[in-house]
């Protein structure tokens, strides 16, 4: 997805009213409350692979001003800095150099180390430690399960999905703790996971072009948004901590 323009502009055209995107930015709101406090809102946040820029110009309108991004493609920092948002180039192979002396209370990272091996994520793991301050906190959303592979993996590039196992040993190898784990959406996983094998059926079949896909990043009118909203974030209220979604949400805070 990293020179996919037109993927881009997708996301930064829908990423503040697509529900999907609206649950992920109030999950990673909550969690940052929780940890800090519901008034405190003089917390150095970093987005690291921030895409378009759509959950720090989120948390922005939710009060907080120390924001800071980056991320590999210069057309998410276009349009990020569109947005009129501190965003620069970084690379999460070499998080380390990225304002090497600053440090931060949150790094967030959402949906992007599948791009990366599993000894290059305990690297991006362990860098992120490094620049937390002490009581930071660690914000990570990834693709899960397999299953869940279909066209939209394609379209944005996603090399592999996850789960929470790997991230247990990923953790403990960079030295941090996880504290809270969910997958999600738990309530939408069969409808979506049905999606997602018919599209994988229409591939093997040849009635779809796998060279030419787009995401599933689409608005489907308020209504159906709203529901699809609505259902989602009703089940966090309910199953906190769900066994089984197409993305794993986690928190997690240095070991020392």
């Known amino acids: 997805m990293i020179d996919n323009r037109l993927e881009y502009q997708r996301m930064y055209a829908l ?3 697509l529900w999907w995107y ?3 930015h109030g999950k990673v709101f909550t969690q940052i409350k929780k940890h800090f406090g519901a008034e405190n809102r003089n917390v150095r946040i970093l987005d690291a692979a921030c895409g378009t820029g759509g959950l720090l110009s989120f948390l922005r309108d939710a009060g907080y001003t120390d924001l800071t991004g ?3 493609s210069q057309h998410a920092i276009d349009f990020s800095r569109e947005r009129n948002l501190n965003v620069s180039f970084g690379d999460l192979k070499n998080v380390g150099s990225f304002q090497y002396a600053e440090k931060f209370d949150v790094i967030c990272c959402n949906d992007a180390l599948y791009f990366l091996s599993d000894e290059e994520i305990v690297q991006a793991l362990t860098a992120f430690k490094k620049k937390l301050n002490s009581n930071g906190l660690i914000i990570i959303n990834i693709h899960a399960f397999e299953a869940f592979s279909g066209t939209h993996d394609i379209a944005v ?3 592999r999905r ?4 790997q991230f247990k040993r990923f953790s403990k190898a960079a030295g941090l703790t996880i504290q809270h784990n969910t997958y999600w959406p738990f309530a939408l996983s069969l409808p979506i996971l ?4 018919w599209q994988n059926f229409q591939i093997r079949k040849g009635k779809v072009d796998a060279r030419h896909l787009d995401s599933d990043v689409k608005f489907p009118g308020s209504l159906i948004n709203s529901i699809l909203k609505g259902i989602t ?3 966090q209220l309910l199953v906190p901590k769900a066994p089984f979604g197409s993305s794993l949400f986690m928190t997690m805070t240095s070991e020392n």
């Open 162 to 165: 996850f789960e929470f196992d």
């Open 233 to 235: 974030k009703t089940e």
């Open 70 to 72: 980056f991320d590999y």
């Open 22 to 24: 609206q649950v992920l």
């Open 157 to 159: 590039g996603s090399l």
């Open 15 to 17: 990423e503040r009213a």
């Open 194 to 197: 049905a999606v997602r094998q």
